[in-house]
Nanobody, 123 residues
Framework: QVQLVESGGGSVQAGDSLRLSCAAS????????MGWFRQAPGKEREFVAT???????YYAEAVKGRFTIARDNAKNTVYLQMNSLKPDDTALYSC?????????????????WGQGTQVTVSS
């Protein structure tokens, strides 16, 4: 049974930091990419960051320079360090896993998803 379990969300003030974690287990394939997406109320799910096998990482423009994605391949775990948080970062953050080469900046490129962890940033 595939499980992706996120943790680390919470309510913070603008300018604060949070670190999200996502541990994947039961995967039926070798992971190609592990990424983070977010969805704010009334908005579509949007790409945040992803870490591809081989070490390459990609970020949405809105988070470049503030967020850092890291991955522990041995543990099938991905982290998202979020610094200088803004109220616009408020959303449900979900991690996802892709098993094949795909468009890894789009939700359609991923095979499995976690339930999400809420991040709320107040001004």
């Amino acid at each position: 049974q595939v499980q992706l379990v996120e943790s680390g969300g919470g309510s913070v003030q603008a300018g604060d930091s949070l670190r999200l974690s996502c541990a994947a287990s039961g995967l039926p394939f070798t992971v190609y990419a592990m990424g983070w997406f977010r969805q704010a109320p009334g908005k579509e799910r949007e790409f945040v960051a992803t870490s591809r096998s081989g070490g390459a990482s990609y970020y949405a423009e809105a988070v470049k320079g503030r967020f850092t994605i890291a991955r522990d391949n041995a543990k099938n775990t991905v982290y998202l360090q979020m610094n200088s948080l803004k109220p616009d970062d408020t959303a449900l953050y979900s991690c996802a896993v892709a098993g094949t080469i795909a468009r890894i900046t789009a939700p359609q490129g991923y095979n499995y998803w976690g339930q999400g962890t809420q991040v709320t940033v107040s001004s």
